[in-house]
């Protein structure tokens, strides 16, 4: 089904048909496509500065790999834990992640759990590893949140801003997918400038956490309440509740690590292949 998608004020029109290729009675989607750029994008930005900071590129694309798997599974699971009355009937419909129910912060928590694990056994510097990936997840965020501009969803109210998006015609309303990506861009941005004057490993990853919370905490809020997960029903969504701890949490970590002379920032020499088994080891310091 093709729909329709326009900025009536801006004058822009787009037809947009969510299959991107037909063969057969297979459909290949764009929103799968455009995850999928995300992820490889976010990917090479990751490794392209992973080995300036001591750590494989290797170890790298092996955390990306482990990591979107628990992500998946951190998504259903936060999903699933805040919308049990959908599974009542039929217990095997939790298993059903193609028909939808991914949440973000449960795909965050779930592949953060997996590069500690992966971090201890390798022994590889965990906060330097999360202040190297941090600016490739972003990225991934920013890109994949075009997925649901092709399928038509996560918006907000209706509006007469410049930027009201109509959607087959029906009263234009606020594109959020548009927001949150330019919010996530930006932050990207500033990662990447903030990494090259860090004094302690972890404060980039923390700022990100913080810089990505305060976005959800105020777009989470403007959402269609048919997209909002609720904790407590009509007042309070499960990702603003997110949003909000993880700002503090992000703050607190900061200002702890900050203060912590036992996370001095030390810069690791760049690998090359005559030193590899030494940086591989001293990056675990």
């Known amino acids: ?28 989607y764009w929103y799968a496509l455009i995850i999928l750029t995300g992820f490889l994008l976010g990917l090479l930005l990751a490794s392209s500065r992973s080995e300036k900071s001591g750590i494989r590129k290797d170890n790298i694309w092996d955390i990306a790999l482990i990591g979107i798997i628990a ?8 999903y699933v834990l805040f919308a049990l009355d959908e599974f009542k009937d039929d217990f095997l419909d ?10 973000i912060y449960g795909g965050i928590i779930g592949s953060f759990i997996s590069t500690c694990i992966y971090c201890r056994v390798k022994k590889i510097n965990l906060p330097c590893t999360l202040d190297v990936c941090c600016a490739g997840l972003l990225l991934g965020q920013a890109i994949g949140r075009w997925g ?20 087959n015609g029906a009263a234009p309303v606020q594109p959020l997918f548009l927001y949150e990506s330019l919010w996530n861009f930006a932050g ?10 860090k004094k ?50 992000s703050i607190a970590g900061y200002v702890y690590v900050s203060r912590s002379k036992k996370s001095c920032f030390v810069p690791l020499p760049p690998i090359t292949d005559s030193k590899k088994p030494t940086e591989n080891k001293r990056s675990g310091q």
Do not use: H
């Open 71 to 78: 992500g998946i599974i951190g998504a259903r699971i936060y």
């Open 148 to 167: 649901n501009f092709v399928n038509c969803e996560v918006y907000g109210g209706v509006t007469d801003s410049v930027l009201g998006m109509s959607i």
């Open 200 to 249: 302690k490993n972890g404060q980039v990853f923390l700022f990100y956490l913080f810089w990505y919370s305060c976005g959800r905490l105020v777009l989470e809020g403007m959402r269609d309440t048919a997209y909002i997960l609720y904790l407590i029903p009509g007042v309070l969504g499960v990702s603003q509740f997110a949003a909000a701890l993880f700002i503090l949490l």
């Open 1 to 28: 089904m093709t729909n329709n998608i326009s900025f009536p004020r801006l004058g822009i029109s787009f037809d947009i048909d969510p299959a991107a290729v037909r063969i057969g009675s297979k459909n290949i």
């Open 188 to 197: 990207v941005i500033l990662i990447l400038l903030l990494s090259g004057r």
């Open 94 to 103: 939790v298993f059903k992640i193609w028909e939808g129910g991914l949440a």
